[in-house]
C-alpha cells in the first residue's frame, strides 16, 4: 500500500480559502449561464442571492445537534456550532428555487442552469476539505491512502480510538475520500455538458446530475469514517441491510431522481422552450427587502465573513442597478421620488443587516472596502463622417452628441497608520483597489437620429497614498473607455492613465488636481481642479467643487467641453458612505454619478 503525507493545515486557512473560491467561481458561472441564456440581469442576480443565502443557512441548519435547536427555539439564539454539510444547502438550495421559480417568472429550465456551476463549487471545496482534513475516510488498508500531520482531525480521532499515541510523528493513512468526491463531481459535470443538447424538457439536466450526485454520495458513505460524518453517521439495520442513517435517506431520494429524470425524458417527446422572464422593479425591491429582513434576524454567529461577503457582493448589485435604472431614466426617474428613494434605503440596509460584527475602526490599522455605483453623462464634438463611399467628396465634419450610461463595481485594501503624538509621527494612508466599469456610448447626428452604440467594459487598478497636507495616485485605465480622445474620431480610447495630486489638509481646506476622474465612470473621463473641506467633521462630510473638463477634442463653437462640479461625500454610518458628483452650467458637457462605498472594519 502507497500512502501520502499532507502538508499541516495548523496555522493555515484551507477551508476557507477554497470555501470563498469555490463560492466566487459558483458565481461566476453562474453569471455566465444568466447571460447565455439571456436572463435579465436584476431578477437573475436577485435569484442567485436568494439561493446562495438559502445554500449557506441550509448547510449549517442540517448539522445542528438537537440541543442547540432546543436551544435557539427557546431563546433565539443562532446556534454556535460550525459544522457543515452540503446535503443541507443542496435541499435547501432546491426549496429555495422551487419557492422563487414562478414568482420571478422563470421556466422550469432555470433548474438546470444550477447544476453544472454547483459541480464545480463542490469540486473545487473538495480541495479545501482535503488539505484540512475533514470528510476523511476509514483506514485504508490497500491501495492509496493519505496521512496526516498531528492537530488534523484524522490524526484527533485516531488517538481518541487508541490507534496512535499523541506523540505520532502523523496518522494511519486512510481512505482518500475528498480525492474520490471531487471526481465523481468533475464527472458529473461532465457528463451533463456532454448531454445539454438533448431536447429534454426543463428541469431535466439538474434531477440527472442531482440524481448522480447522491450516488456517488451513497457510494462514499462506505468509505467515509463515522467520525467524519457531520449528519446521519449512525448505523441502522432494515431489511437486512445495515446502513447509515444518511444513506437511508439518501437512497430513496437518488431513486426519485433518477426516475423522475427518466419519466420527463419519455413522457415529453417535445421539449417546450424556455421562458426568459422580464425585469420587473417592484418585485425585485419587494424580494431584496425580504430577503434584507431575513438576514436581519440572523445571530451574529449566522454567518462567517466570507459568508458576508457573498451576500453582499450579490445584493448590493441588486440595489445599485436598479438605482441605476432609475437615475438613467432621466425625468421618469425624476417623477418618482419614492422609488429612487427605495433602493437608497435598501442600500443601506444590505450594508447593516448583513454586517455580522460590531464596527470599531479606531485601533483598526488596515481593512478592505467595496465600491459600487451608476454614472452618465453627454458631450458634444465634430466628427468625420465615417465612409464617404467610393471616393466621393467626403462631407464636411459635423456635430455628434455622445450620451455614455455605466457601472462600476471596485474593492479596495486601505492600510493605515496613526499619528502618534508621542514620538513625533505622522499618520498616513495607502489605497490600492480595482474599480471595474461596464456601459454603453450612444452617438446621435444633428438630427437626434442614433448612428452607433458601442459597449464599454475597462478595468481600473490605481494606488492612492494620503497624508495629511499631500495625496498622491495614480493608475491605468485598461479597455474601451469611450470617444473622448482628440485625434482619432472612430477609434475607441482603450489605453489612458490616472493620476491625482491634493495639497493641503482635507479637514480645513485642500486643493485637489485629477486626470481621467474615476467619479463620472467610463464614457468621458474628465480632468478636475476644485476646493474641498471636511468641515472639521472627522470625514463625517466632504465636499470637493472646481472645474471638470473634458479632453482636447473639437467641439462645436456654441458648446464647450467643460462645466462646474461637485461632489460629496456623506457617511450616514461608521462603515457606509454616499458619494453624490454633479456637473453644473455645462450645456453639452454632462456628468452625473452616484456611488456607495463600505468599508469593512471590524472591531479587534
Not at 495616485?473 to 469611450?482: A, E, H, R, T
Request: aromatic share 12%; hydrophobic share 45%; with cysteine.
Amino acid at each position: 500500500m502507497s500512502s501520502l503525507l499532507l502538508p499541516s493545515p495548523l496555522g493555515h486557512h484551507y477551508y476557507s480559502l477554497f470555501y470563498l473560491l469555490a463560492f466566487a467561481l459558483n458565481q461566476g458561472l453562474l453569471l455566465w449561464e444568466g447571460y447565455r441564456r439571456g436572463y435579465p440581469v436584476r431578477t437573475w442576480l436577485l435569484l442567485m442571492a436568494c439561493t446562495t443565502l438559502a445554500f449557506i443557512l441550509g448547510t449549517k441548519l442540517i448539522a445542528v445537534p438537537a440541543s442547540e435547536w432546543a436551544a435557539w427555539w427557546h431563546t433565539g439564539q443562532w446556534p454556535t456550532s460550525t459544522m457543515r454539510s452540503a446535503l443541507g444547502g443542496a435541499v435547501s438550495g432546491t426549496l429555495a428555487l422551487l419557492a422563487l421559480r414562478r414568482w420571478l417568472g422563470f421556466s422550469w429550465h432555470v433548474f438546470d442552469a444550477f447544476t453544472v456551476p454547483f459541480c464545480v463549487a463542490l469540486a473545487v471545496q473538495c480541495v479545501g476539505c482535503l488539505l484540512t482534513g475533514c470528510c476523511f475516510g476509514e483506514l485504508a488498508h490497500d491501495g492509496l491512502g493519505l496521512c496526516y500531520a498531528p492537530g488534523t482531525p484524522p490524526f484527533l480521532t485516531q488517538v481518541q480510538q487508541g490507534l496512535i499515541a499523541a506523540t505520532a510523528s502523523h496518522s494511519l493513512p486512510v481512505q482518500p475520500v475528498q480525492v474520490y468526491q471531487l471526481l465523481v463531481c468533475l464527472a458529473v459535470g461532465a457528463t451533463i455538458l456532454l448531454v445539454r443538447r438533448k431536447p429534454w424538457p426543463g428541469g431535466s439536466w439538474r434531477l440527472l446530475g442531482l440524481g448522480l450526485l447522491l450516488l456517488g454520495r451513497f457510494w462514499l458513505e462506505f468509505l467515509r469514517d463515522p467520525a467524519s460524518e457531520r449528519v446521519g453517521a449512525t448505523l441502522r439495520p432494515l431489511a437486512g441491510m445495515v446502513l447509515k442513517e444518511v444513506q437511508w435517506v439518501l437512497l430513496p431520494l437518488l431513486f426519485i431522481s433518477l426516475f423522475w429524470w427518466l419519466y420527463l425524458i419519455r413522457r415529453h417527446a417535445a421539449a417546450r422552450p424556455e421562458i426568459v422572464p422580464v425585469n420587473n422593479s417592484l418585485r425585485n425591491l419587494l424580494g431584496t427587502a425580504a430577503l434584507l429582513g431575513i438576514t436581519a434576524t440572523l445571530g451574529p454567529w449566522a454567518l462567517t465573513l466570507p459568508e458576508v461577503l457573498v451576500i453582499k457582493f450579490l445584493l448590493l448589485p441588486v440595489v445599485v442597478i436598479e438605482l441605476g435604472r432609475l437615475l438613467l431614466n432621466g425625468s421618469r426617474a425624476a417623477t418618482q421620488p419614492r422609488l429612487v428613494g427605495l433602493p437608497l434605503g435598501l442600500a443601506s440596509l444590505v450594508l447593516l443587516f448583513t454586517n455580522q460584527t460590531p464596527v470599531d475602526s479606531t485601533y483598526r490599522q488596515s481593512y478592505w472596502s467595496v465600491t459600487g455605483g451608476v454614472g452618465n453623462g453627454r458631450f458634444t464634438r465634430v466628427q468625420e463622417y465615417e465612409s464617404t463611399g467610393c471616393g466621393s467628396t467626403p462631407p464636411p465634419p459635423q456635430s455628434f452628441r455622445h450620451e455614455y450610461q455605466s457601472l462600476q463595481l471596485g474593492v479596495a485594501h486601505m492600510g493605515q497608520k496613526k499619528a502618534n503624538p508621542s514620538q513625533g509621527t505622522h499618520g498616513y494612508s495607502v489605497e490600492v483597489g480595482l474599480r471595474g466599469m461596464l456601459g454603453r456610448d450612444r452617438e446621435y447626428d444633428s438630427i437626434g437620429s442614433l448612428t452607433r452604440t458601442t459597449p464599454l467594459f475597462t478595468f481600473v487598478p490605481y494606488s492612492i497614498l494620503n497624508s495629511r497636507y499631500l495625496g498622491v495616485g495614480l493608475g491605468f485605465w485598461i479597455g474601451p473607455l469611450g470617444y473622448s480622445t482628440a485625434d482619432k474620431t472612430y477609434s475607441v480610447n482603450k489605453f489612458d492613465a490616472y493620476s491625482l495630486l491634493r495639497l493641503g489638509p482635507r479637514e480645513l481646506i485642500y486643493a485637489q488636481g485629477e486626470y481621467n476622474s474615476l467619479e463620472a465612470g467610463l464614457g468621458n473621463p474628465a480632468t478636475r481642479f476644485g476646493l474641498g473641506s471636511q468641515f472639521k467633521s472627522n470625514g463625517q462630510v466632504q465636499v470637493l467643487a472646481g472645474l471638470a473638463m473634458g479632453k482636447n477634442y473639437r467641439t462645436p463653437s456654441n458648446s464647450r467641453n467643460q462645466a462646474f462640479f461637485i461632489e460629496a461625500s456623506l457617511r450616514p454610518q461608521p462603515n457606509l458612505y454616499v458619494q453624490p458628483y454633479l456637473t453644473l452650467g455645462g450645456r453639452e458637457f454632462r456628468q452625473a454619478s452616484l456611488r456607495l462605498r463600505y468599508d469593512f472594519r471590524r472591531q479587534k
